[in-house]
């Protein structure tokens, strides 16, 4: 992945007001080179960043110096805990996050290049690949509906996550009050204003909203409903926004649905075979996000929180008449006032 800025976000630099003489002729300045500052806010992806001066634009770059690459002080840390619903009864929760330590002290699973669309020719297996690390997920059972508590995850190898408070969903009752956030296609933009892919500019004033809510206490999930990080083939931003929605991702549910810019590319066996998913083909999604769906390649679910019924289902995948996700949503899971019409 890559993220940019322009020289001349510094004001100083257009002005030249501080310059540098490369070149004279006798007393005569004839070569004068104009100084610059920006700065970069860094993620930790694990792996080595380098920072690239060109000219030339985007479409014609000239690469005029290279800095030597920058480490990660910890890069097997424990990052980006989230949680999610593992069932309806407010007693079991799944947290979830990432590390560059593959040790099994809880479920640990990972992808590779192979792992992706078959035949990919999107940037996920060729320019846009970065090594996901590993994503390692722990059930936190023996709790109580609408209850807080207190964890931290990682391991002595490696080091442990900051504490962190989280709060569980009320149990199904048609008597409990569950208040919930709802939106999709929210995507990511970078907060020190870089420009990359894909960025979705009011992602930061949404994830805000919603972190200031779930700080509040006012919030007992969120569900975000397709179109998650827009990382569209560039699997480094995938971590990228799991870093933004941490603050409230790993104090309350944070419950997702698959989306075309997860899922769809040609010959993959998504409903739509535009190439919207960047050759990810929805495996990048399903590894951080582990809803408690029917299989792989099934990110359909149900689930109930107080006295709500949410049945979470796939517009990139076969809903036709006999299909897996129809028979699904035919069998009662979608709650007792909703019916397929045939």
Same mark, same amino acid.
Request: aromatic share 12%; hydrophobic share 35%.
């Given at each position: ?10 004001? =100083?630099? =257009? ?49 005029? +110096? ?34 560059? *330590? ?5 479920? @640990? ?7 992706? &669309? ?66 999709? *296609? ?12 894909? %960025? ?18 006012? @919030? *007992? ?79 359909? &679910? ?9 049945? %979470? ?27 397929? @019409? +045939?």
């Amino acid at each position: 992945m890559w993220q940019a800025k322009f020289l001349a976000e510094d004001p =100083l630099y =257009l002005e030249c007001n501080i310059s540098q003489c490369q070149k004279k002729v006798g007393n005569l300045c004839i070569e004068r080179t104009c100084n610059a500052s920006i700065t970069f806010r860094l993620v930790n992806i694990r792996t080595n960043i380098t920072f690239v001066l060109f000219t030339g634009g985007f479409d014609t770059p000239c690469i005029l +110096k290279t800095l030597d690459p920058i480490r990660f002080n910890s890069p097997a840390a424990p990052l980006y805990g989230h949680l999610s619903c593992n069932d309806s009864t407010g007693t079991t929760m799944k947290l979830t996050w990432v590390s560059g *330590d593959s040790r099994k002290n809880s479920a @640990v699973i990972t992808f590779n290049k192979s792992d992706l &669309c078959v035949n990919n020719s999107g940037p996920a297996a060729s320019f846009g690949w970065h090594d996901p690390g590993f994503i390692h997920s722990a059930l936190l059972t023996g709790l109580l509906p609408s209850s807080t508590y207190t964890y931290k995850y990682g391991s002595d190898l490696v080091g442990w996550s900051i504490y962190t408070n989280f709060a569980t969903p009320p149990a199904p009752a048609r008597s409990a009050t569950v208040r919930f956030i709802a939106y999709g *296609d929210m995507g990511k933009a970078e907060r020190d204003g870089s420009i990359e892919d894909y %960025i979705q500019p009011g992602s930061l004033q949404v994830i805000d909203a919603v972190t200031a809510e779930v700080l509040a206490g006012n @919030v *007992d999930a969120v569900f975000h409903i397709g179109d998650i990080s827009y990382a569209t083939g560039f699997i480094a931003e995938w971590e990228f926004f799991l870093e933004m929605i941490h603050p409230d991702a790993s104090e309350v549910p944070y419950l997702t649905a698959i989306g075309n810019h997860e899922r769809d590319f040609p010959d993959s066996g998504s409903f739509y075979t535009t190439r919207d998913s960047g050759g990810e083909c929805g495996v990048p999604y399903e590894t951080h996000f582990q809803m408690p769906i029917q299989g792989k390649d099934m990110p359909w &679910c149900s689930i109930e929180l107080g006295p709500v019924h949410f049945t %979470i289902m796939s517009t990139e995948h076969n809903w036709t008449l006999g299909s897996d996700q129809y028979i699904f949503s035919s069998n009662g899971t979608v709650g007792d006032s909703f019916k397929i @019409v +045939k």
